[in-house]
């Protein structure tokens, strides 16, 4: 099973839409996390077939996160991005890309592409969203 992160504004009847979508296409939802940050509601969806699933949604207007992206969400504390980047950094992890999904006055989420994606997804395991992912 994987994750599949889909990004998008938040709604009443968000959830139901997206597994109403997915379900016709015969995909099955094995579990989900759900987190609104600045507005946008950060969904990561485990499936069997996320290929599948990322086409589909993408078809029909939904936003979804680099599949081989760790999403974490940090909160506004001082310096708590900065410590994570630290952390990786100290455990030879190497940022390749990152990107701000949604941040608010509570903090952020973000998207990471590193080189060590095991070690950095034991090592964030606290922080990240969609930990199926990994």
């Given amino acids: 099973m994987r994750s599949v992160v889909v990004v ?12 109403y979508i997915l379900s016709k296409s015969g995909i ?3 579990g989900v996390d759900v987190d609104v940050v600045g507005g946008k509601a950060v969904l990561s969806l485990v499936v069997k077939d996320p290929r599948k699933t990322k086409g589909v949604l ?4 939904f936003m979804i996160v680099e599949p081989d992206a760790l999403v974490v969400k940090v909160s506004d504390q001082p310096r708590s991005f900065a410590d994570i980047m630290k952390m990786l950094e100290r455990k030879k992890v190497r940022i390749e890309d990152y990107s701000e ?3 608010d006055d509570n903090g952020g989420v973000f998207a990471l592409t590193v080189n060590k994606r095991r070690k950095a997804s034991r090592l964030l395991e606290n922080f990240m969203i969609g930990a199926a992912s990994a």
Wanted: glycine residues 14%; hydrophobic residues 25%; charged residues 25%.
């Fill in 28 to 30: 099955v939802i094995n």
């Fill in 8 to 19: 998008t504004e938040d709604k009443p009847g968000l959830l139901g839409d997206i597994t």
């Fill in 58 to 61: 993408e078809r029909n207007g």
């Fill in 101 to 103: 999904i949604t941040s």
